[in-house]
């Protein structure tokens, strides 16, 4: 499957942005999606994930309360709406398929898939 995101930018601190992920070439329904980010110096990290169905939902606990995660299986298409940015949340987000997601360690998701990222920018 290919997967291409879109949405980063420049946003001020408190801020927010929404992020997309549209994929083709596979059945999308098929696949646990999330999102990932990289900061400068920094290991990519685990952001956000969602089921196939969308009826389970995990978050990092440093963007919980503020980073909504959701799923459009008719479009192949995946969304990460990021509210109440801060300045930490600066990084290169790339979104990320997996035929498998350990529901008791989400942030261990191993991606079979991955897209190119998009910048997003948190201005103090």
């Known amino acids: 499957v290919q997967l291409q995101a879109s949405g980063g930018g420049l946003v001020q601190t408190g801020g927010s942005l929404r992020l997309s992920c549209s994929a083709s070439?596979?059945?999308?329904?098929?696949?646990?999606m999330g999102w990932f980010r990289q900061a400068p110096g920094k290991e990519r990290e685990f952001v956000s994930a969602?089921?196939?169905?969308?009826?389970?939902?995990y978050f990092a606990d440093s963007v919980k309360g503020r980073f909504t995660i959701s799923r459009d299986n008719a479009n192949g298409a995946v969304y990460l709406q990021m509210n109440s940015l801060e300045p930490e949340d600066t990084a290169t987000y790339y979104c990320?398929?997996?035929?498998?997601?350990?529901?008791?360690?989400?942030?261990?998701?191993?991606?079979?898939?991955w897209g190119q990222g998009t910048q997003v920018t948190v201005s103090s």
């Open positions: 969602i089921t196939q169905s969308g009826t389970g939902t």
């Open positions: 070439g596979g059945v999308f329904s098929t696949y646990t």
């Open positions: 990320a398929a997996s035929y498998f997601i350990d529901s008791q360690a989400p942030a261990q998701m191993k991606p079979d898939y």
